[in-house]
């Protein structure tokens, strides 16, 4: 039986990673880290550096090059996604691992958190699609996910775990006002599915999106943000990654 694979999303706490993290405990788990912030990377993580992007993606951008990664380059079935500060043990990962399939998905911790680490099928990423980088750095992106997973009939389940387990470190940029991109992607939520953001995802019927799925449209404040490009960043970050294995 291979290993599971985890790839930790990394921007600004690698130096709180090695605080809880320690990979001898985790057995038939092979580790990476993809560095999105540039960080100066401790002793124990520069062992599992897989990969350092050149620009901040963001979590949705940063969750595309790790599914392109795990499953266009190295041909896996499914993989494990988490951020350095968001602790767990080896239950959770067999647990999460062992759920994942073409028709459902598995988050870990409770309050709004579960995407801080889960596992994703590759089916299942073709089928829903990729996520959504208008949303910018983090805040929306898995409401908007779950909200495109409930509509292609797939089940999103979170374990409920201690939200505290998570240490709420951030891919937002420092240059830019926390509140106001928050605001902007609950706006965009809006704007695109037509109502704002409600919690009781599985009992809430949504209409379809305003435009594709996922939508081939830069929002105005990605532009802002990004310049004008002719691709998201994770797929130009792809484009570059392969170029170094090459």
């Not at 001898?24 to 992007?53: A, C, K, R």
């Not at 801080?116 to 829903?128: E, G, P, S, T, Y």
Request: glycine share 8%; charged share 25%; hydrophobic share 35%.
């Amino acid at each position: 039986m291979s290993n599971k694979t985890l790839f930790f999303l990394g921007y600004n706490a690698a130096g709180y990673l090695p605080q809880w993290f320690n990979k001898d405990e985790f057995q038939g788990v092979d580790f990476h880290f993809i560095d999105n912030g540039n960080q100066t990377l401790p002793p124990s993580i520069q062992e599992m550096h897989y990969y350092t992007t050149e620009e901040n993606l963001g979590c949705g951008g940063g969750w595309n090059l790790i599914c392109d990664i795990a499953f266009n380059h190295l041909g896996l079935e499914k993989v494990l996604i988490g951020e350095e500060d968001a602790q767990f043990n080896q239950e959770m990962l067999d647990a999460l691992w062992d759920y994942a399939e073409p028709d459902r998905l598995m988050t870990t911790y409770g309050n709004g958190f579960g995407f801080a680490l889960f596992c994703i099928h590759k089916d299942l990423f073709k089928k829903v699609g990729r996520f959504d980088e208008n949303y910018l750095y983090a805040a929306s992106e898995d409401a908007d996910y779950k909200v495109r997973c409930t509509n292609a009939g797939v089940a999103v389940h979170c374990m409920e775990a201690d939200p505290s387990l998570n240490g709420h470190s951030t891919s937002f940029d420092p240059a830019s006002p926390r509140s106001a991109v928050e605001q902007h992607n609950k706006d965009y939520f809006k704007l695109k599915w037509g109502h704002d953001f409600i919690g009781e995802w599985e009992s809430v019927y949504y209409k379809q999106a305003f435009d594709n799925n996922p939508p081939f449209v830069f929002d105005p404040l990605f532009l802002e943000k990004y310049g004008e490009r002719v691709a998201f960043p994770s797929e130009s970050a792809y484009i570059k990654f392969i170029e170094t294995k090459q």
